[in-house]
């Protein structure tokens, strides 16, 4: 289901979320290898879970994942800092306000995004990072 439209999993800790993110990676690798424009975002609320999930995409498919946090000074990152990246890696694991930042810079375009992935979505309300990427993402399109 999650190959043809939006979708959400519900289901409890360890039972097979991001196995299920992997499989959607495997099935969409061959368009996201470089140096193809698309890129997947993962998007996780703690710096902690960034290095979990980033290194689980290492060990689990054949794309190049980087993790994204504050502290990297990505605050501070122009255009060229950010084509960089992208030109480089196929999956970008980010805390939001990261991607939220990028994306009002427009240092990151939703329509290089093949897949967004938001770990832990409920965290999507108010003026939460996550529930402003989706208004965000909403007005691009």
């Avoid at 890129?39 to 960034?50: D, E, G, K, S």
């Avoid at 990151?108 to 108010?126: M, N, P, S």
């Amino acid at each position: 289901m999650a190959m043809e439209q939006n979708t959400i999993v519900y289901l409890e800790t360890g039972s097979g979320k991001t196995l299920i993110a992997i499989m959607l990676l495997h099935s969409y690798a061959h368009l996201l290898r470089k140096p193809s424009s698309f890129i997947v975002v993962f998007l996780v609320p703690t710096a902690v879970l960034v290095s979990q999930q980033a290194e689980v995409m290492k060990m689990h498919t054949d794309l190049k994942p980087r993790k994204y946090w504050g502290v990297m000074g990505v605050d501070y990152w122009n255009v060229v800092d950010w084509k960089k990246e992208h030109d480089e890696f196929e999956v970008l694991v980010m805390t939001p306000q990261i991607l939220l930042d990028a994306m009002r810079h427009s240092f990151i375009k939703l329509e290089t995004i093949r897949i967004l992935k938001y770990d832990e979505c409920h965290h999507a309300r108010g003026k939460q990072p996550y529930a402003c990427i989706m208004k965000v993402s909403k007005s691009m399109q």
